[in-house]
């Protein structure tokens, strides 16, 4: 008997490019991060407003940085850290915020983010990487579950990374 090729099996990824943010990105990231509040049921949440996001990110004093993923020069996701210190661990990163859109899930879009923070605590000398994850988002604990040495807390799941 002739085997049929069966197409729902395969999963058509689609390449980002993954880079630094830059200033101009911050329009387009606080849509993003704003999405991201109606995902976690708090539309109205967010007080920053363009401009001190802004500052904080590429003004005099820097408070974060972030990567981000492009599609044909659209960004459709993005991974926004800081560094912290912990006085048992040491420098840490801090994953404040990871999304990527609704068309691009499942599309190992945010498996590159984490990687390539991943990499940039390493390449950095941090001593690691630290997020919270809601507990009811259980999409997002699944995916960081895929990783090697990730450990998840109870409660407002604390996640750290090595």
């Known amino acids: 008997m ?6 729902n099996s395969f999963r058509i990824i689609m390449p980002v490019h993954i880079r630094k943010a830059i200033e ?7 849509e ?5 509040a109606v995902f976690e049921k708090e539309p109205n949440a967010i007080r920053v407003s363009l401009e001190h996001f802004t500052a904080c990110g590429f003004g005099s004093s820097p408070c974060w940085e972030a990567f981000v993923a492009t599609d044909q020069n659209q960004i459709v996701g993005f991974a926004l850290f800081y560094t912290r210190y912990s006085t048992w661990r040491g420098k840490r990163l801090y994953l404040e915020d990871l999304y990527v859109t609704e068309p691009f899930r499942n599309q190992q879009v945010g498996k590159q983010l984490f990687e390539k923070l ?8 941090y001593t690691g ?9 259980a999409d997002a604990i699944r995916f960081y579950k895929k990783f090697d040495e990730i450990h998840l807390e109870d409660g407002w799941l604390n996640g750290y990374w090595k």
Request: with cysteine.
């Open 2 to 7: 002739a085997k049929t090729l069966d197409l």
């Open 24 to 30: 101009s990105d911050c329009i387009r990231l606080m």
């Open 32 to 36: 993003l991060i704003q999405q991201l």
């Open 118 to 125: 991943q990499q940039h605590a390493l390449d950095q000398g």
């Open 129 to 137: 990487m630290n997020w919270q994850v809601l507990e009811w988002n």
